[in-house]
């Protein structure tokens, strides 16, 4: 695993930007698989900008995203559809044809979570992926629980979840209680993976994550087993680690 320790929010989101870069230029027919959350809206407002400068060029890539509410349509603005467009999609020459994120309004949602993996296969899997860490150490919205969970799939939202959730939401009982996301093997089979933590609030599941044991209890801790794992984290959020 690599560290990139930063100064600070700024300085991570220009670090995670030059590595999405560095993989559009080498191929700019990769799949780059996204994430929301607060924390990469930073890297996307870096993408943006070079993309707008004409630095960057999306127009052969494709993305898919880790996760959505259920229950939520593209055009609500807590969605995780709606999210990408106004931080991302909206402002590079992305094609919308190329963007994919699960479908969290579909009939039939355990066969939507299979046609979603099968998306991917077809994408022949994801070349980054880029990922946020919850406090309980979810990943894409991988609760903690006894076993890791596979592949994508429909999950009931932990309390802590719905709770670090709701401040994007007039109320709790607005957030969602169910979401789809990509399972642990789904992003496990990413061939880079790239982990951005800021704050003093995320020190103590980075810690736990990345130098305690490998346990479904803390999702995140799988990543200890991938071969191509970057951190990119800040001071406050390494401030717990011992790194030389
Ligand atoms: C959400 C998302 C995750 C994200 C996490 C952390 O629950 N499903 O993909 O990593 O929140 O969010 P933040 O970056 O706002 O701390």
Redesign the pocket.
Known sequence: MDIIRTSDYEEMSRKAADLMEAQLREKPDCVLGL??????VGTYRELVRRAREGLLHFSKAKTVN??EYVGLPPENEQS?RYFMQKNLFDWVDIKRENTFVPDGMAKDLPKACGEYEALIRSLKGIDLQL?????NG????NEPGEVFEKETHLVNLSER?IK??ARFFSSPDEVPRQ?V?MGILSIMRARKILL?A?GAQ?AKIVKEAFFGPITPKVPASVLQLHPAVTLIADAEALKECDLV
């Open positions: 994430a929301t959350g607060s924390t990469p880790l996760d995780y990922l946020g860490i919850g406090h979810h990943i894409g919205f979840t670090a959730n979401a996301t951005l800021s995320k």
